[in-house]
């Protein structure tokens, strides 16, 4: 299946260190959250875009093989740590796990699509306004995303539209051990 | 962590100008502070006619094929990125009087400088490479 973007970067036929510059280039016209794909060749560049990802502060999401081609795909981000917790009704991922809930998943589709818990409900947080008629509000709601800041706001979001019964799930996916479904 | 990389450029080959470069521009993307110093024969890798016919170690000449099927980018196309992503070139002046080149005998872009000037960056620099 293919896995939405928001821009792609062809570096198809272009080795070393060119997958990178180019990349650094493309993804400079990005917003923070946004997600990139690249599109390359060079089998280095797996193991290069991650790396390089990591040592710039971007998310680096995943990689799909279709062929000889590899696609990989980056979250732009520049500052995904909470600094301020504004939502208050918290649970533990452990503790929604256990309950009946519904966990509602407000990370991008790509970020889903590599790795989330099985049963979870993909709303990206940007689409969330957008698709709030999918929600019941009698269910209680547990809102997750990678670090817990961006199920904060949706957390809001949610119960500025009338939901009581949600909760933020913190810190969110990056302590997640357990199993992970995918989608590619 | 340390953010800067500084490079020291000895060698006049073809090869040596792809061992300096990919790491210099690579680094420079990654969002590293990099500088290069460019001696004796790596001044070669930034003379304006110097750097376009950089050559092959002896007997490895038919490596010409493997470059151009792997789509490498020519040098004077990757020091024109290098610069553009703000990697200092650092020409060594002693180096230079010793074998009559000045200034103009290199691209834009290239100052020039003592082994203090290079020291000076490279105090805290982590890694250091020499090429």
């Known amino acids: 299946m293919s896995i939405k973007a928001d821009f792609q970067l062809d570096a198809k036929g272009l080795s070393c260190p060119m997958p990178i510059v180019k990349t650094r280039k493309a993804i400079a016209d990005l917003v923070d959250g946004q997600i990139l794909e690249v599109s390359a060749t060079d089998k280095g560049s797996k193991a290069d875009i991650a790396a390089w990802a990591e040592s710039v502060g971007h998310q680096y999401i995943g990689t799909v093989e279709e062929g000889s081609v590899l696609k990989h795909y980056i979250r732009k981000c520049s500052d995904d740590t909470m600094d301020e917790q504004a939502f208050e009704q918290i649970i533990e991922l452990d503790e929604a796990m256990k309950r009946e809930g519904l966990i509602l998943d407000v990370r991008e589709e790509a970020e889903f699509a590599f790795g989330h818990i099985e049963g979870a409900k993909s709303i990206p947080m940007g689409e969330l306004e957008a698709r709030i008629g999918e929600l019941d509000k009698e269910q209680e709601i547990y809102v997750v995303c990678r670090t817990g800041k961006r199920s904060d706001l949706a957390a809001q979001k949610l119960t500025a539209h009338g939901f009581t019964k949600v909760f933020n799930v913190l810190p969110g996916m990056t302590s997640w051990t357990g199993n992970l479904t995918k989608n590619i | ?131």
């Open chain 2, 1 to 131: 962590m340390s953010n800067k990389v500084a490079i020291i450029a000895s060698n006049g080959g073809l090869f040596d100008a792809y061992k300096v470069f990919n790491i210099a521009t690579a680094a420079a993307a990654t969002e590293k502070e990099v500088a290069i110093f460019f001696t004796f024969e790596g001044l070669n890798l930034i003379h304006k006619q110097g750097m376009h016919a950089l050559p092959m170690p002896a007997g490895a000449e038919h490596f010409a094929e493997g470059f151009a099927k792997a789509n490498v980018p020519a040098i004077p196309q990757l020091v024109e990125m290098a610069l553009e992503l703000g990697v200092k070139m650092i020409a060594c002046q002693m180096t230079m009087d010793v074998m009559g080149l000045t200034t103009d005998d290199f691209i834009e872009g290239v100052e020039v400088g003592g082994a203090v000037t290079f020291l000076e960056f490279a105090k805290d620099a982590a890694p250091s490479l020499t090429f």
